[in-house]
């Protein structure tokens, strides 16, 4: 199970950190997506970090988003920069265990979702 948090009102410029929390697995041996949902438009994968540390960035985000895991409390965290209206949307975390690699799981989603958290940027 995965539990997202950290989404909410957010101004022009500022920042946000999300956070998911793993239950029942150990995130650390899983491969970890973030992707966004805006209404009206497709699911977008954002960033992708696998097991062994190797992150991707969709061009949207990078440069302004980051990854990081606390293996202690099972979590990993989105560090969001620099937002700006364009990127007011539902956040998701997922997982996966399977070797597919950056490519297949930005554009085709992960096993294991998280319930979602809603950022919006706006002043």
């Known amino acids: 199970r995965l539990v997202s948090s950290g989404g909410g009102l957010v101004q022009p410029g500022g920042s946000l950190r999300l956070s998911c929390e793993a239950s029942?697995?150990?995130?650390?041996?899983?491969?970890i997506g973030w992707f966004r949902q805006a209404p009206g438009k497709e699911r977008e994968g954002l960033l992708y970090t696998s097991r062994d540390g190797t992150t991707v960035h969709a061009d949207s985000v990078r440069g302004r988003f980051t990854v990081s895991r606390d293996n202690v409390k099972n979590i990993v965290y989105l560090q969001m920069n620099s937002l700006s209206p364009e990127d007011s949307a539902v956040y998701y975390c997922?997982?996966?265990?399977?070797?597919?690699?950056?490519?297949?799981?930005?554009?085709?989603?992960?096993?294991?979702w998280g319930n979602g958290t809603l950022v919006t940027v706006s002043s």
């Open positions: 029942g697995f150990i995130v650390n041996e899983y491969n």
């Open positions: 997922a997982a996966d265990p399977r070797h597919y690699g950056a490519d297949y799981y930005l554009k085709n989603g992960m096993d294991y």
